[in-house]
Structure formats: structure tokens, C-alpha cells
């Protein structure tokens, strides 16, 4: 299952690119959207297996599934902040900062992957 929610995650970050670069382009977005968004639905059900499937749930799988929601709330700002033509500056930002704490946290959580061996 952690790769069915690494694989969702790493899919709508790229449609999350292809999405920023349509509206850049000033294309209509409305059907990439839509594909984003049952995208977060993956993230989430494979998340909640993940997180119901420890055997112990410490504070870090808590952590992680907060911060887990609040990308998906940065994901739709990101978005509606864009078609509206304001900053997003500082979403970028706090995206950025909340993605790499993520993948921190889900490569050192004990169902997450042994990267260095």
C-alpha cells in the first residue's frame, strides 16, 4: 500500500505542474482539475490504510496524516488563488516546506521506506 500512496502523490504533483502551466498559458483547467482531485482521493483511503494498519499509531503518524491534509488544502489554494490572480508567493513557500517535511516523515516512519541502508 505505500506504494499505491507514493505513486498518488508523486501523480498529482504532476498534475499540479500540468494544471500551473495550463493556467500560465491561460487554458482551461477544469478537467485537470477534476482529475487532481480524485487523485487526493487515493492520497487519502491509501493513507488512511497506511495509518490504520501500524500496529502502534505514535504521535509521528499523526503528525504526518495533518500535515497530509493541509497539502491537499495548499494543492486547492495554490489552484484558486491562480485563477484568480492573486499571490501565491507564500503558498509556494509553505507547499514547499510541508512536501519535503512529508517525505521526511514517510521515509522514517516505520512503514515508509529504508532509503539509506
Known sequence: MTHVHLSSLVL????????VVMQNK??????WHMVLRATYILIIV??????FAAYSI??????????????IG???????????GKKTDII???????LVILFAL???????????K
Open 12 to 19: 498529482s504533483l504532476i498534475f499540479l505542474i500540468i494544471i
Open 26 to 31: 491561460g487554458k482551461n483547467i477544469k478537467i
Open 46 to 51: 491509501s493513507g488512511g490504510i497506511l495509518f
Open 58 to 71: 505514535p504521535l509521528s503518524y499523526y503528525l504526518k496524516a495533518i500535515l497530509g491534509v493541509v497539502m
Open 74 to 84: 495548499l494543492f486547492e489554494i495554490v489552484i484558486v488563488r491562480k485563477q484568480r
Open 92 to 98: 509556494w513557500i509553505a507547499f514547499s516546506i510541508v
Open 106 to 116: 514517510g521515509f522514517t516512519l516505520p512503514m515508509g521506506f529504508n532509503l539509506i
